[in-house]
Every structure is written in C-alpha cells, then in structure tokens.
Nanobody, 122 residues
Framework: QLQLVESGGGLVQPGGSLRLSCAAP????????IGWFRQAPGKEREAVSC????????NYTDSVKGRFTISRDNVKGTVYLQMNRLKPEDTAVYYC???????????????WGRGTQVTVSE
C-alpha cells in the first residue's frame, strides 16, 4: 500500500506563497501520477492539479492556472505544489493522491494522504 504524506501547509497572507510536498517511503510515488486536491469547509473536494509519470504531463484547474506549479523530483521521491499569489479562496485542506496516470475521474485515484491545512488570511 502506498502511503502518501503531505507537508508544507500553513498560514500565509494574501499574495504570499507556499510550497506543498507529497512524499512516500522508498520513492514509491516515482511510479505514479500524483494529483493535488483541496477541500474547503462546507465545500466539495476539488481537483487542483495533476502530474503524470513524465514531468511535462501536467494539468491545472482554471482557478489556479498561472499561480500554481506542480513538479516532481524523482531523486527525492517527492511531488511539489508551488502556490504563488495566494488568495483567501485558496484556503482549504490540501491532499495528494496517486493514480496510474492523470485520470479524468477522482475515483481513479487509489491512495490518499491525510492532508495539510493551507490558510490564506490577513
């Protein structure tokens, strides 16, 4: 079973930046596509971004395009989500999840981390 661990969340002011990390033991996520999701209080979980096995295979939800960048470092066995120009509406718990490839459906992700809180506020 793949165990994913998110880190890097915190409190940041609007316009600030955070970098989230998603890691797994023994670099096992190097063989998986990794997606980032978020869930704000009272809202459904939404897909934010995904990176395939090839680092050039990426996608983003419209609301984060141009502000967030997903990347992977297979030497470190880690996937990152660089979040710039953060807005209060980015406040949510962020989760990473694994799949065979960047799927079209959330149900295709098979393993999930426990999440990291991101709060954007003055």
């Amino acid at each position: 079973q793949l165990q994913l661990v998110e880190s890097g969340g915190g409190l940041v002011q609007p316009g600030g930046s955070l970098r989230l990390s998603c890691a797994a033991p023994k670099f096992t996520l190097n063989y998986s596509a990794i997606g980032w999701f978020r869930q704000a209080p009272g809202k459904e979980r939404e897909a934010v971004s995904c990176i395939g096995l090839r680092p050039t295979n990426t996608n983003y939800t419209d609301s984060v395009k141009g502000r967030f960048t997903i990347s992977r470092d297979n030497v470190k066995g880690t996937v990152y989500l660089q979040m710039n120009r953060l807005k209060p509406e980015d406040t949510a718990v962020y989760y990473c999840a694994s799949a065979a490839q960047c799927p079209t459906s959330e149900s295709e992700y098979n393993y999930w981390g426990r999440g990291t809180q991101v709060t954007v506020s003055e």
